[in-house]
C-alpha cells in the first residue's frame, strides 16, 4: 500500500501538508466548543450573569464552529485535488506500462484484469485519498487532543470512556477479521464479472446463433451473484457497526450523566455547580474520542479494499516487460528487407513443448516467401516472432543483417507492415484507420490513402459507403463485413510504405478473385518489399519465390511450388487437396 505512495509527487505531498495545517486548525476549533460550553453553563446557572455574556460565549461558539466548517471545506477540496490528480497520474502510468507488455505479460494479466486494474482499482485508490486522507489524519488527532482535554478529571469518567473504547476495539477488532478475507477477493471477482461480460458481449453472434442466451446467463449470473453475495457479506458486516457505534455513544453519554448524578450528590453544595458544567463538557469530549474511532473504523472498512487494489496496480507498474529494447535504428550498411531465421526454436511462455523446432530460411529483398502448413502447424507463432510479439527461445532473427532483439522495437515496428489474421479495426473513419498511427493531417495524405485503399481492392465499397473515406467504422469494424475489415487491414500496411510486409492468414477472407487482383497489385506497387505471406491456401502462394512448409513446428520443405510438388510429400498432399492434378499442372 505504501508503495503506492511512491508516487505521489512534491506537489501533492505540498497539497497534503497544506490539508494538515486545516485538519488541526479544524480540530482545534471542535475541541474549543465544548470550553465555551463550560462557560455557558457556568453563566446560566450563576445568578448575576447577564445574557450578553452568554451571547458572547455562543458568539465565539458559531464562529468555531464557522471556521471549523470552512477548514472542513478546504481540506475537501485539497484532499479531491491530490486524489484526482494521483488517479490521472497512476492510469496513464498503468497505460504506459501495458503499452510495453508483450504477449506473455498481457496474457499473463488477462486483459479483463488489466481494465478493472486501470478503472476500479485504481478509483478505490483515489477514494481512499479523498476521504481517507482527512479521516485517517484528523481521528487520531482528535482522539489524543480529546483524551489529553478529559485527563486529570473525574477517574469515574474516564474509565468509564476508556471501557467504552475498550468495547469499540473489540468490536472493530472482531468486524475487521470477519470482513478483511472478503474484502480481498472483492477485487478478483470484479475481474470475473468484467471477463464474463466481456465475453459474452464481444461474442454475442455466436451466443445468438447457439440459442446460447440461459448458458450465458447462467455464466453471467454466477460471476454477477459471488459479487453480489461478497458485497452484501461485508455491506452486512458494517452494518451492525454503525448501530453498535450510536449505542456505545448514547451509552457513554448514559454513563458519564449517570456517574454525574452520582458524584453531584456526593459533593459539596458550593462544588456541585462547577461538577455539572464539568459533566456537560466531559461527555462532550467522550463523544469526540468516540467519533474519532468512528472515523477511524470508515478508514479500516476502506483500507483492506484499497491496500488490494494497490497491490494489484503495483503488480502491472512493478512487472518488467520480457522484451527488452535494443538500441539500434538501422541494419547493416546497404541492407534493406533481407530476413533470415538462423536455427530458431520456441515454445509459449507456460507450454511444455516447442512449437517451432530449428527453423532456418532467409528472404531477400523483393522476394516474396510463403509459410504453408497445417491448422496449428506454427505458422502464426513463426510471423509473430519477426515484430517480437514473442521472442525466440534458441536461435536467432536477422533483418538487415541485425538480430531483432537488437533493434528499438520503435525501429523495428517501423520497418514492418503486420496485417493479422483476424483484421483489427479501430473505432474512426476509413482515412484513420488506414493512416492508423501515423500523426498526420489526413487530408494531405488523401492520395496516399486512396492509392493503398485502391492497391487492397477496397475502393468499390468505400465509395459506396456514406461519407466514402471519411465513412463511420465503428469499434473492431462491426459495421463492415470480414472480407472489407481485412481489405482496409491490408491497405493500412500498404499505406505505410514498409520494407517488410508480414501477411499472416490475410488474404483467406478473400475471395479468389480478389485474392489474385490484389497479388498482382502488390507484387507490381510494392516490388521492392520483401512480402512473408501465411497462407493456407496453395493458389495464394504458387507464385511466391520460396515457399516453406511447415509440419508440427519443423520445416519439412522449402522450395519453389514446381520444386516442393516434387520433393516434399507434406506439401503434395496439401496441394491435391485443395486443386485437381489438371489445375496443378496447368499452374
Ligand atoms: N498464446 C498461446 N499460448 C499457448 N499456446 C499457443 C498460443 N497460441 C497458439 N498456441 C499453440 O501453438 C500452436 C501453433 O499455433 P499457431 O497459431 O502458430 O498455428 P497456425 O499454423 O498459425 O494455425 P492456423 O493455421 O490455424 O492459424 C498450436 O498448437 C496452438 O495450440
Not at 473492431?476 to 510486409?501: C, V
Request: with cysteine.
Amino acid at each position: 500500500m505504501i508503495k503506492i505512495f511512491k508516487h505521489l509527487q512534491g506537489k501533492d505531498w505540498l497539497l497534503i501538508m497544506c490539508s494538515l495545517v486545516f485538519i488541526i486548525a479544524q480540530v482545534w476549533l471542535d475541541l474549543k466548543l465544548p470550553d465555551y460550553m463550560y462557560e455557558i453553563t457556568m453563566l446560566v446557572q450563576t445568578e448575576e450573569s447577564k445574557m450578553s455574556e452568554v451571547l458572547v460565549q455562543g458568539g465565539y461558539m458559531l464562529l468555531c464552529a464557522v471556521g471549523s466548517m470552512i477548514a472542513a471545506m478546504i481540506t475537501g477540496f485539497f484532499a479531491a485535488k491530490v486524489a484526482a490528480g494521483f488517479s490521472v497520474r497512476l492510469r496513464g502510468m498503468v497505460f504506459e506500462k501495458t503499452m510495453s507488455f508483450s504477449m506473455e505479460e498481457i496474457n499473463g494479466f488477462s486483459t479483463s484484469s488489466l481494465i478493472t486494474r486501470s478503472t476500479n482499482d485504481i478509483t478505490q485508490i483515489q477514494l481512499l485519498i479523498a476521504t481517507g486522507l482527512q479521516v485517517l489524519v484528523k481521528a487520531p488527532i482528535l482522539a489524543v487532543w480529546a483524551v489529553f482535554k478529559i485527563m486529570g478529571k473525574s477517574w469515574e469518567w474516564t474509565a468509564a470512556t476508556g471501557f467504552a473504547v475498550l468495547f469499540l476495539i473489540v468490536m472493530l477488532s472482531i468486524i475487521i477479521i470477519v470482513a478483511l478475507p472478503k474484502f480481498k477477493v472483492i477485487q478478483t471477482l470484479t475481474d470475473n464479472l468484467n471477463r464474463v461480460t466481456r465475453e459474452h458481449l464481444t461474442g454475442i453472434r455466436v451466443v445468438h446463433a447457439y440459442n446460447a442466451g440461459a448458458y450465458q446467463e447462467e455464466k453471467f449470473e454466477q460471476a454477477n451473484n459471488d459479487l453480489t453475495n461478497t458485497n452484501l457479506f461485508t455491506s452486512r458486516v458494517m452494518a451492525i457497526l454503525m448501530p453498535t457505534m450510536g449505542l456505545i455513544m448514547s451509552g457513554l453519554g448514559l454513563v458519564i450523566y449517570w456517574i454525574g448524578a452520582f458524584l453531584i450528590n456526593q459533593a459539596a453544595i458550593p462544588d456541585r455547580l462547577s461538577l455539572f458544567s464539568e459533566m456537560v463538557v466531559f461527555s462532550s469530549y467522550a463523544v469526540q474520542v468516540i467519533m474519532a474511532f468512528m472515523m477511524l473504523s470508515f478508514v479500516f472498512i476502506m483500507l483492506p479494499r484499497a491496500s488490494v487494489s494497490a497491490k494489484r496496480i503495483n503488480e502491472v507498474l512493478n512487472t518488467k516487460a520480457k522484451i527488452i529494447d535494443g538500441n539500434l535504428t538501422d541494419g547493416k550498411e546497404g541492407l534493406s528487407g533481407e530476413i533470415e531465421f538462423r536455427n530458431v526454436s520456441f515454445k509459449y511462455p507456460d507450454a511444455k513443448d516447442y512449437i517451432l523446432r530449428n527453423i532456418s530460411f532467409s528472404a531477400h529483398k523483393g522476394e516474396t516467401v510463403a509459410i504453408i502448413g497445417s491448422t496449428g502447424s506454427g505458422k502464426t507463432s513463426l510471423v509473430n516472432l519477426i515484430p517480437r510479439f514473442y521472442d525466440a527461445m534458441e536461435g536467432e532473427i536477422f533483418i538487415n543483417g541485425v538480430n531483432v532483439k537488437n533493434y528499438s522495437q520503435e525501429a523495428l515496428h517501423d520497418k514492418l507492415g503486420y496485417v493479422s489474421q483476424k483484421a483489427v479495426l479501430f473505432r474512426g473513419t476509413v482515412s484513420s484507420n488506414v493512416a492508423y498511427g501515423h500523426n498526420i493531417d489526413i487530408v494531405s495524405e488523401e492520395t496516399s490513402i486512396k492509392k493503398a485503399i485502391e492497391i487492397a481492392q477496397a475502393t468499390e465499397f468505400v465509395e459506396k459507403m456514406e461519407n466514402q473515406y471519411e465513412g463511420e467504422i465503428a469499434q473492431g469494424g462491426t459495421n463492415i463485413s470480414g472480407g472489407q475489415k481485412q481489405r482496409l487491414s491490408i491497405a493500412r500496411a500498404i499505406f505505410k510504405q514498409p520494407e517488410i510486409y508480414l501477411f499472416d492468414d490475410s488474404f483467406s477472407a478473400l475471395d479468389y478473385k480478389t485474392d489474385r487482383i490484389l497479388r498482382s497489385l502488390l507484387k507490381k506497387e510494392i516490388k521492392d518489399a520483401t512480402t512473408i505471406i501465411v497462407a493456407q491456401r496453395i493458389g495464394t502462394i504458387k507464385d511466391a519465390d520460396r515457399i516453406v512448409v511447415l509440419d508440427d513446428g519443423e520445416v519439412v520443405g522449402m522450395g519453389t511450388h514446381q520444386e516442393l510438388m516434387i520433393n516434399c510429400e507434406v506439401y503434395q498432399e496439401i496441394a491435391y487437396s485443395q486443386l485437381s492434378k489438371e489445375e496443378l499442372e496447368i499452374g
